[in-house]
């Protein structure tokens, strides 16, 4: 099997995307300490659930590393559950989702960049 020649397009996407993971990370580490490390069952729930679009985002990251249409899939579907998931609140919908789209385009640009070079 031959290596896959990442495009600058493809590359930008991993950095962003990694960026965005750690950013988003920092978020909920600093959640958890906010609430003292330790709570109810439902405060660890909160935290748990918040976690859960960390490991997604992390999956697509490196994933898309080799295949760019996973990572572009999993980042517009984050960005689509995003939207729906500030649904009445949509001033934070371009705020909260627009990175993701942003990656998401980004991963697939490089997946037509690389099936164009394969074809071509």
Do not use: C, N
């Amino acid at each position: 099997m031959a290596m896959r020649k990442a495009s600058a397009v493809g590359w930008v996407a991993r950095v962003l995307g990694i960026l965005l993971v750690v950013v988003m990370a920092y978020g909920w580490w600093d959640e958890v300490q906010a609430r003292g490390g330790r709570g109810t069952w439902l405060e660890q729930w909160a935290v748990i659930t918040h976690v859960i679009p960390g490991l997604v985002l992390i999956a697509a990251v490196v994933l898309g590393w080799s295949w760019p249409l996973v990572g572009a899939i999993g980042f517009l579907g984050y960005a689509v559950a995003t939207v729906f998931s500030y649904a009445p609140e949509w001033a934070y919908a371009p705020l909260v989702s627009g990175p993701p789209i942003l990656i998401g385009l980004l991963f697939l640009i490089d997946w037509l960049l690389s099936r164009r070079r394969i074809t071509a």
